[in-house]
Nanobody, 118 residues
C-alpha cells in the first residue's frame, strides 16, 4: 500500500520554526521527484518547494526562499521541510507529493496543518 504521511505541523508564533516530515512507503521513494505544496484557508494549492531524486537540486517559491529548506533522506524514505522565520501568511495545510517524471504518476499525503499566530 502506497503511503505518504506528513507530520510535524502545529501552532507556532511568528518568527518561529517547524520541521515537517513526509514518510513514504509502498513505492521506490528514491526514484521520485518530491514536492511540498500548501493550501491556505479559502485559497488554492500553492507550490512551495521541490527536490530531485538525489537531493542535489532544490527549488523554492519566492515567498519562502531563504526561510525554508527542503531535504530528503533516501535511506529513510523521508522528505523534510525546515521552516524558519515563519509568518502568519505561511498558515496552511502542507502536503507532500511524490512525482514519477517518466510516467506522470503522483501520490499525495493527507496533509499537516501549520498555523502561525501570536
Amino acid at each position: 500500500e502506497v503511503q505518504l504521511v506528513e507530520s510535524g505541523g502545529g501552532l507556532v508564533q511568528p518568527g518561529g520554526s517547524l520541521r515537517l516530515s513526509c514518510a513514504a512507503s509502498g513505492f521506490t521513494f528514491s526514484n521520485d521527484f518530491m514536492v511540498w505544496v500548501r493550501q491556505a484557508p479559502g485559497k488554492g494549492l500553492e507550490w512551495v518547494s521541490s527536490i530531485n531524486t538525489s537531493g542535489g537540486m532544490t527549488n523554492y517559491a519566492g515567498s519562502v526562499k531563504g526561510r525554508f529548506t527542503v531535504s530528503r533522506d533516501n535511506t529513510k524514505n523521508t522528505l523534510y521541510l525546515q521552516m524558519n522565520s515563519l509568518k502568519p501568511e505561511d498558515t496552511a495545510v502542507y502536503y507532500c507529493n511524490a512525482h514519477r517524471v517518466l510516467t506522470g504518476r503522483d501520490y499525495w499525503g493527507q496533509g499537516t496543518q501549520v498555523t502561525v499566530s501570536s
